[in-house]
């Protein structure tokens, strides 16, 4: 899986930054000899020209494009390089990380699973949203060793909630212990078992049904419709739910009959068929980011 996502969304399907320049000069070559300023604009050469930007450029041939031109509404993406990621995570995602999400980062990904974790930018984003939303009551579906876990907590106000569902208690008790130095257990109600049977009961508890401010699915990919009907009953109005690994490795674009694993090939169908329902939903508003491995957020509106 590692090796098949590296494949395809660090390697041969993205566009390396060299020959981006490339696409870059041929787009100017195309649009007729039209050069670029560095604020984003068009700029026309006709002769005698006395636009400062203009002037700035040293000649014709050697005028460098603006980095935004050669982008439509089908290829603006930055998900183009390792070293941009790098940039991301050195630039404004470690620096901010807590240090027992660091601690537990590190030891996870010794874990053989290692690579099931949440990534830093992603679990950044959902600590954001969280705070954005003022939620104080949520649930995660799929807690591993509990880095989302965490980030949520942290994101929580001192009397926020998050019930953490998850089938592997063994995994969640390697994280319980960062949980605690960062002085978040009394916001964590985990509970063992699958996330239907759980989500069932949260149901019937009191103040469950239309109760929930957030929620995060990072569990069993072909159940993530059923955790949608159960979600869409357990989060409130205007609440949010967010599903992770919505793009697969980027297997979701992918022509029918490419070859994959088995895994890989009910995953991406099952991950397929969610976003398809997910974009025809009028019971919720819908945004799908290209971060991390494609991440999903849903806001109830009905
Ligand atoms: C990708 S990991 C979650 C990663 C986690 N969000 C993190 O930040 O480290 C998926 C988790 O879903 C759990 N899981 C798989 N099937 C499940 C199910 N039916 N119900 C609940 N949890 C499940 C697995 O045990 C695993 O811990």
């Given at each position: 899986m590692v090796l098949l996502y590296k494949a395809l969304v660090g390697g041969s399907m993205v566009h390396q930054p060299r020959q981006r320049l490339v696409d870059i000069y041929r787009h100017v070559e195309a649009v007729g000899g039209r050069t670029l300023d560095r604020t984003n604009s068009f700029l026309p050469?006709?002769?005698?020209?006395?636009?400062p930007s203009r002037a700035m450029a040293p000649s014709g041939d050697n005028t460098v494009a603006n980095v935004?031109?050669?982008?439509d509404s089908t290829n603006k993406t930055l998900l183009k390089s390792d070293a941009l990621y790098t940039y991301i995570l050195d630039t404004t995602v470690f620096p901010r990380e807590h240090e027992c999400m660091r601690d537990l980062r590190l030891i996870t990904d010794k874990?053989?699973?290692?690579?099931m974790q949440s990534s830093s930018d992603e679990a950044q984003l959902l600590g954001m949203l969280i705070k954005m939303a003022g939620a104080k009551k949520t649930i995660e579906v799929?807690?591993?060793?509990g880095y989302s876990l965490l980030a949520t907590a942290l994101a929580l106000p001192e009397d926020g909630k998050v019930v953490a569902i998850d089938t592997d208690r063994e995994c969640y008790e390697v994280g319980r212990p960062f949980i605690e130095k960062a002085g978040m257990a009394h916001k964590v109600d985990f509970r063992e078992g699958t996330g239907l049977e759980r989500l069932d009961e949260l149901l019937v508890?009191?103040?469950?049904?239309?109760?929930?401010d957030f929620a995060f699915v990072d569990a069993d990919k072909p159940n993530y419709v059923r955790y949608h009907e159960q979600l869409l009953k357990l989060v409130r109005v205007g609440g949010t739910i967010i599903y992770d690994n919505t793009l697969w490795g980027g297997t979701v674009a992918l022509p029918a009959g490419t070859p994959m694993s088995d895994l890989d090939t009910r995953f991406s169908a099952a991950l397929r068929d969610l976003n398809a329902k997910l974009a025809a939903d009028p019971r919720i508003e819908v945004c799908q980011l290209a971060i991390a491995d494609g991440v999903t957020i849903c806001r109830r509106i009905v």
């Open positions: 050469t006709t002769p005698g020209t006395t636009s935004h031109s050669g982008i874990h053989p699973w290692g690579y799929g807690v591993f060793t508890e009191d103040d469950g049904a239309a109760s929930y």
